[in-house]
């Protein structure tokens, strides 16, 4: 099976990371506090100008890129599902866009640093917003994704498990499956391929 797989939200915690990193932000720079956990864009989630969401990332972004913590187990279950015969393909949306001027055009090395650091393993590792299109392209049989928007434009062709969150909680319908946890994505392929889990 050719597995895709989103890096944030889905091998981070986007969610906790973005809220973290964000409260600081406007402690340190005296801005209000106003959190919607229903959205999914920084910007959206605490009402950001275009100003403060540049000084976010260029503050915040190659710390998140290079320090951040995988998800729980998440490096354990691709590791198991690659030795059971499947390919991970993941598939980032990351960019330029936020890197301070000193850190531009390393986000593919970081990234790939990252992943290496943590032992994530992977057959193909795709920077593309055009997330069906990659999908279609490298038939995938089902994407891991977060993002309530790529969850629904994938889901109109490829399944898509949808990792849970508060800003994708109303994100439902055809070929959408919600997981909780790296545990529970295992179990969810493993019931797609008619196998008992191990």
Excluded at 13 to 33: A, F, H, L, Q, S
Aim: hydrophobic share 30%.
């Amino acid at each position: 099976m050719n597995i895709g797989v989103d890096l944030d939200g889905v091998l981070t915690d986007y969610e906790r990371i973005t809220i973290d990193y964000g409260t600081k932000m406007c402690v340190e720079e005296n801005w209000p506090i106003n959190i919607d956990l229903r959205k999914y864009y920084e910007s959206e989630k605490f009402n950001f100008t275009e100003e403060q969401e540049e000084k976010f990332w260029n503050r915040y972004l190659v710390e998140y890129v290079t320090k951040t913590n995988p998800r729980a187990f998440s490096a354990e279950i691709i590791g198991k599902l690659q030795q059971e015969g499947n390919n991970i393909y993941i598939i980032t949306a990351r960019n330029e866009t936020g890197m301070p001027p000193e850190y531009y055009g390393k986000m593919q090395e970081l990234t790939k640093n990252w992943l290496d650091k943590n032992k994530i393993k992977y057959k193909k590792l795709i920077f593309d917003k055009r997330k069906l299109e990659q999908c279609i392209k490298n038939n995938i049989d089902i994407m891991i994704e977060d993002s309530p928007e790529n969850i629904e434009s994938i889901s109109q062709k490829i399944k898509v498990i949808k990792f849970d969150s508060q800003y994708n909680k109303t994100t439902n319908g055809k070929n959408i499956i919600t997981a909780y946890s790296w545990h529970h994505i295992y179990r969810i392929i493993k019931e797609m391929r008619g196998e008992k889990n191990g």
